[in-house]
């Protein structure tokens, strides 16, 4: 379980609630007050390899801004209307094309302590009504699972949401670290969520993340523990022998799960900002994944060609389908086009989409 | 420190300790000093046990006088006692950017004197030095420059003359000697501006990388035989090498370009009108541009549209996208 080599504290946080969880959680490991945040930053950025360097090194401060924010998705796309919840930004664990590598200003993993205002905030945004499920998730600028042991939030967070309605909180992983998870009332309205790849990709690409069959175990202790799962072929990444790498996750996926407890499942290929494409080719030089053939999207993000992608989609929805008929399966971040090509049909908008997840 | 006029035989011409010029233009130089005689001293600094001093800044003006046949020059005289080997270099370089702008080679010969001689530390060198030599201080545009002392002399005369970006020289240093040798015979012939160059190494770099062949691997026959034909202009040479460049990198987007360029072409469009493909295939839709200069032409147009709506071409392309 991950360690950090040092802790930094913010003094103005030094007393709150959350910064003593953290802190029992990792009895031992050196501490360092500051008064600024920017000297913690400033001493990972002067090291070499800043990146590699940051996942080692925790920050806890505050946050000022606003904690609960919409995902930005991307333009001419269609999104899902997804809530991003950030208390915590970065990730212990080193997959090659993360794109939280382009957080030049502060590679540490952040924790904000003020969870108060964070709690108040998502109180004020639940009482507001929306014309869909509310879909919250804490997943998209750090792994929602793999610091659970060190900032315990699933035990703050399910049962939080266990009470509310019409919203679903989704925890997206690729670590088994579910022990906070089996014994909480979490009501119906927690998602546990899993990205998953073939075993050789995440042998290359995916560094500290559990195994697959590692993460399908974990999933279905939540099964078992009445969770509602999720399932994200995401990134889809292309290799000679990507069919079969694909079927067998597929394949893996149904023997450890029913159908039944999944909510959805989720496809999007590889697709990467082009200024992530010299942190990859620098920090993971034996890395493939950007040598295939990239585009740049309508969204301005390099992606697969066209008929490789759909071919894709295609090929794991096929293989998804001859499982079971009525999983919800939904493309991510992808033009109504491909849609079109990969389902036969298209959501009208991203309103449409998110108004498709049922809580 | 002294100041006096010193033999030019007694000076050390052979030791370059402290040279940081690399290339420089000496013509309006040595044009300058024979009209109105130098105007700066050089710098000395006295090697012990020896009647030689070393130069620590100078070396063109020296040069120049020599070629002008005189015999003494201006002189400021260090003991080694009172310069070290840091100060030295720092006085060299500060003396440089003061009278003229270094070329980037110069600028990576400087970082690592100062660093290998000067024992200056990185992290000074960034913050102090850089911006002294017009760089941006940061760590990897250090890394590059340092890296591009050890380019192939080749290379480092060709980014002097041509005043090559930074971006790719560094994209140079990334490959192995061997291999910049088989560039440079590659990109000498075509004198490619700064974005074709990038565009060029870019994709040798990522076929390498994705193959794990060695540029000469890349540099066929094919690319050979076009460098070498006599009767093709370099402007028609540079767009062939490119082309096949480009399909060696993306294949696929390739393949499918041609196959739609095909179709196109069996569609044989009137000039009137024209039919453009989203970008690299990105989008359904194709778009139709057409232009009439009264309403019997438009009514030929729309004949003409109806029947291309009908051809079996279009229907292929469509299916494409
Ligand atoms: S698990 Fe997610 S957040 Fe962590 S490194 Fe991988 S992609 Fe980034």
Known sequence: ?359 | MIYKKVPIVEIDLRNDRFRISYMPHRKRLTESIHAIGLIHPIILRTINSTEYCQIISGFQRVQSCIDLNMKQIDSIIYSSDELSDAKALLLSLHQTVTSRAMNLIEKSLCLRKLSEIGHMEEATLITDIMPLLDLEPGKKIFQNVMRLWELDDHLKAYIVENNVALSNAALFSSFSREDQKNLFDLIIPLRLGTNKLKEFLTHIDEIRHRDEIVASQIIDSEMKTILADQNMPTPQKIETIRKRLKEKRFPALAALEKKIQNNLRQLKLPPELSLSIPPFLEGEKLKVDFSFKNEEELREIIIKLTALSRQKELETILEML
């Open chain 1, 1 to 359: 379980m991950f360690k950090p080599k040092k802790i930094y504290i913010d003094v103005e946080v030094e007393n709150a609630s959350f910064t003593e969880t953290i802190l029992n959680n990792l009895a031992g490991v050196p501490i360092e007050f500051i008064d600024d945040p920017r000297l913690a930053t400033d001493e990972i950025l002067s090291k070499p390899d800043p990146i590699g360097q940051g996942k080692k090194h925790l920050l806890i401060t505050s946050y000022k801004g606003r904690m609960l924010k919409p995902c930005p998705g991307t333009p001419k796309v269609i999104c899902c209307h997804y809530q991003i919840l950030s208390p915590v930004i970065g990730c212990p664990l080193d997959c090659t094309y993360c794109a939280l590598q382009m957080y030049f200003n502060n590679p540490l993993i952040t924790m904000y302590a003020n969870i108060n205002d964070l709690m108040r905030e998502m109180d004020e945004r639940l009482q507001r009504k929306s014309g869909w499920p509310l879909r919250i998730g804490t997943g998209e600028l750090t792994d929602s699972l793999e610091l659970d042991h060190i900032t315990e939030m699933s035990r703050l967070f399910i049962p939080y949401f266990s009470k509310k309605s019409n919203v679903l909180f989704e925890l997206k992983t690729k670590s088994n670290q579910i022990n906070n998870l089996l014994d909480l009332n979490h009501g119906g309205k927690t998602v546990v969520a899993w990205s998953v790849n073939p075993q050789t990709i995440i042998d290359k690409e995916e560094m500290g993340c559990a195994s697959l069959e590692e993460r399908l175990q974990a999933a279905r202790q939540c099964q078992e523990a009445g969770y509602k799962l999720a399932f994200h072929f995401d990134p889809i990444i292309y290799s000679p022998d990507w069919e079969e790498g694909y079927e067998s996750v597929v394949e893996s996926l149904f023997e450890y799960i029913d159908p039944q407890n999944i909510v959805w499942i989720s496809l999007g290929t590889f697709r990467y900002p082009p200024s992530l494409k010299p942190i990859i080719r620098e920090r993971c030089p034996r890395s493939k994944i950007i040598d295939e053939e990239f585009i740049p999207g309508q969204d301005g993000k390099m992606r697969y060609l066209k008929p490789i992608r759909v071919g894709m989609y295609s090929k794991v929805l096929s293989q998804i389908r001859s499982h079971n008929r009525n999983v919800f399966i939904y493309l991510c971040m992808e033009s109504t086009d491909v849609w079109r090509k990969v389902f036969g049909w298209t959501p009208k908008n991203t309103a449409d989409l998110a108004r498709m997840f049922r809580t």
